[in-house]
């Protein structure tokens, strides 16, 4: 039992105009076999006011989505403190730190990615964060289907995700889509 991709999915969180998704796609691979194609990486937390996705093995994904909500709940739901938070105490955890692990957190004022490196990163353009390994794929179609058409965020995720599944072999078509609104 060796040669598991920990980053094998896709992410993709998008806000706009007081909306805020967050897909996945359901597969989970070992190695080069999928053992599972309608696994749910995204949940929402802190009593449905925040969104998280995660890319990494599924134990780690429990593990750190019950940490960070509890970071959560500490701050009173404030997303910027909890990731700050979070991250410094991911990032000390001699065990967690290991974990080739990410996490895209949002609610409609803001997006993160997290890693158990320390890193807090704000997407530049505020609005689109993606992981895994169909993330650049699905933040390309993303990018693209936001500047050039004028689908609603729901569907904008869903196609990008849908693009990303054609192109990754270790991310399928199989989406979970969560949403937040003003």
């Known amino acids: 039992m060796s040669n598991i991709h920990l980053e094998a999915t896709t992410i993709l969180g998008y806000r706009k105009d007081g909306i805020a998704i967050i897909g996945g796609d359901g597969q989970v691979t070992f190695g080069n076999t999928v053992l599972k194609s309608n696994a749910k990486k995204v949940r ?5 006011k925040v969104l998280a996705g995660f890319a990494g093995s599924t134990a780690d994904a429990f593990i750190l989505f019950d940490m960070f909500e509890n970071f959560l709940q500490n701050r009173k739901g404030d997303l910027l403190k909890a990731v700050i938070d979070f991250a410094k105490a991911w990032r000390k955890d001699k065990y967690l730190r290991r974990l080739e692990a990410m996490m895209i957190v949002l609610n409609t004022k803001h997006i993160f990615i997290l890693s158990g490196n320390g890193d807090v990163v704000e997407p530049e353009d505020g609005k689109l ?10 933040l390309s179609a993303a990018r693209a289907l936001d500047k050039f058409s004028n689908m609603n965020p729901e569907d904008l995720v869903k196609e990008s995700l849908k693009i990303a599944g054609e192109l990754c072999i270790y991310t399928n078509t199989n989406i979970t889509l969560l949403k937040l609104k003003d």
């Open 129 to 138: 964060a993606a992981i895994g390994s169909g993330g650049n794929f699905a």
């Open 44 to 48: 929402a937390l802190y009593n449905g």
